[in-house]
């Protein structure tokens, strides 16, 4: 960018870039729509009325609002490369992310979140970074890396890493444990955001979190936790993903005395909601949908998370600020027309309009090494009541149940009928055989399996079957895609997905990933699954930080108490 040209632009002394005309100005500082022009150079909004300009695009009374901020996504999460990410949810008005590459550096460690950053160096999209603060996730799972503060260390001063990112390791924040405060210092030395991941965190265990220096949350469900969390000073991001949906649970807290410490995030979107809904633009149009005045929900979107993050040239319409802007037709339901970043026009009416705007990088080699030799999840009945993983409906939470176990042959076996299906994670980064096996309910299948290498945060190889056979075979099916996701029946594969980009994301167009995710859903119908998108779910279910349950590698794992725990009681 030229300061000097865009100073002289600004005072009218040359010809501006580009010229918007005839808008509907969206003033996130003010809560105001003001009519007027506006003036881009290099990239950046020069300022406001008529002028010369190189270029002129009558906008015809239509609304322009700031490019649309997510606080917290994890791009992986997609199954998409972060070109393809970036070419899906630009058309939606997404210009900036902030993201926590932890699924590909839980698998690759530093030379995962170095190609998240290469790949994403030259798009029009601004991709932010938050440091993968908990890789392992926890001591009771394996992963494929372990980094530590001074692995850290050498990114936490890279222009685009803004923060530490969520610290999921809750207990070892407020129990002071060495390694995670090592972390936190180092960002707080930096001058760099520490984010929040403390599901039902309260009292006095949430006085020492935040007292590390934790700043926000997205894991709240509840209005009442949400409050609890805002008096104590936090910043909470509303999620919409497709795992965990929040925000109907959150609107009461919604108001003018508060949202200046509220933003929307979407954690985890997969490709037919970002297809099919939106991206943050959808969360917007469901927000004000739901009573929620526009300019506030609009500057969720904006404001509140550049403010956070200290983002100084991204998030309002204002000189000096980078050209991101949406336009659209409907304050009460702001549907993206077109879409501005860094002042180029890069989507019209939901199509890209530039495709050398995306150029591709090179990912790295895939990531699995699973021994398919030792495969076996017959399980012997040590008791008869087992615990199980009882699933929540719209939530990642789950609950722990007793069950009285299925007991053929002196083997605790899946019972359909019951909708108690075995589930297991198995170890893929090091070849080690080792396997967790459990029960789960809320699944549904009534016969074949279904599994996955998108498993969080780990991501080992997660399984859940009606039929031992049928689960070894769709282990098999992820090894040789080299990651991914499969359906299988009577040893057959029914439909699959490869994600050879560490298990977790495919090269392909995100409409070829969603369509190939469509036959995996109608697969998992057909098998009797009643859940929208049973890989989604799965994808949690070994994730050992959120509430109740959960299994990985090494077993099963009651969060609440952060330990191991027998499958027998």
Request: hydrophobic share 45%; glycine share 8%.
């Amino acid at each position: 960018m030229s300061l000097e040209h865009l100073i002289a632009v600004a005072r009218g002394d040359q010809p501006a870039d580009l010229l918007l005309r005839n808008g509907r100005i969206v003033n996130v500082y003010s809560g105001e729509i003001l009519d007027g022009d506006i003036a881009v150079a290099d990239g950046h909004i020069a300022g406001f009325g008529a002028r010369e300009a190189h270029a002129v695009v009558d906008l015809q009374g239509r609304f322009v609002a700031p490019g649309y901020v997510d606080a917290h996504v994890h791009i992986e999460s997609a199954m998409a490369s972060p070109q393809e990410f970036a070419r899906a949810v630009l058309p939606h008005g997404t210009t900036t992310v902030v993201a926590d590459p932890h699924e590909i550096a839980n698998v690759l460690g530093m030379a995962g979140i170095a190609y998240m950053l290469e790949a994403t160096e030259r798009l029009p999209l601004q991709f932010m970074f938050a440091l993968s603060s908990c890789v392992p996730a926890t001591f009771m799972e394996t992963a494929g890396a372990e980094l530590k503060a001074e692995d850290l260390a050498p990114l936490i001063s890279h222009p685009r890493v803004v923060a530490l990112a969520e610290m999921m390791n809750f207990p070892g924040a407020i129990q002071g444990d060495a390694a995670v405060l090592d972390k936190i210092r180092l960002a707080r030395e930096a001058r760099k955001r520490v984010d929040g991941h403390a599901p039902g965190v309260k009292g006095p265990a949430l006085d020492a979190y935040i007292a590390a220096g934790i700043a926000s949350d997205h894991e709240c469900i509840t209005a009442t936790e949400a409050m609890e969390k805002l008096r104590r000073g936090m910043h909470i991001m509303i999620r919409e993903g497709t795992g965990a949906k929040n925000m109907e649970a959150l609107l009461d807290i919604i108001r003018p005395d508060t949202v200046a410490r509220l933003m929307w995030c979407t954690d985890d979107r997969h490709p037919h909601d970002i297809l099919t809904e939106g991206h943050i633009d959808a969360i917007v149009r469901k927000a004000i949908g739901h009573g929620v005045p526009p300019h506030l929900a609009i500057r969720m979107a904006t404001l509140n998370p550049t403010a956070y993050f200290g983002l100084r040239q991204t998030g309002a319409i204002a000189p000096g600020q980078r050209g991101d802007m949406v336009v659209f037709s409907r304050l009460e339901a702001p549907q993206v027309e077109a879409v501005y970043a860094g002042g180029q026009l890069v989507a019209k009416n939901g199509e890209i309009v530039d495709e050398a705007l995306f150029p591709d990088v090179t990912p790295p080699a895939p990531a699995m090494n699973v021994n398919t030799e030792t495969l076996a999840f017959q399980l012997s009945a040590k008791k008869e009541q087992i615990r199980v993983i009882d699933i929540v409906p719209g939530q990642i939470v789950t609950r722990q149940a007793i069950h009285t176990a299925t007991v053929i042959d002196g083997r605790a076996v899946a019972d359909p009928s019951r909708d108690l299906l075995k589930i297991a994670v198995v170890e893929r980064h090091r070849g080690s055989g080792r396997t967790g096996i459990g029960f789960v309910k809320g699944v549904g299948l009534q016969r074949g399996a279904i599994a996955s290498s998108v498993a969080h945060d780990a991501h080992n190889i997660i399984v859940v079957g009606a039929d031992d056979q049928d689960m070894e075979a769709a282990v098999r099916r992820v090894a040789e895609m080299q990651g991914g996701l499969v359906a299988i029946c009577n040893q057959e594969v029914m439909a699959d997905l490869a994600l050879p980009i560490a298990g977790l994301m495919s090269p392909e167009p995100v409409q070829w990933i969603q369509h190939r995710l469509d036959a995996l859903i109608q697969a998992t119908q057909r098998l009797g699954s009643p859940l929208p998108d049973p890989f989604m779910t799965l994808s949690f279910l070994a994730l050992p930080v959120i509430p109740d349950l959960k299994i990985t590698d090494l077993g099963l794992v009651d969060v609440n108490r952060f330990e191991p725990v027998d499958l027998f009681c």
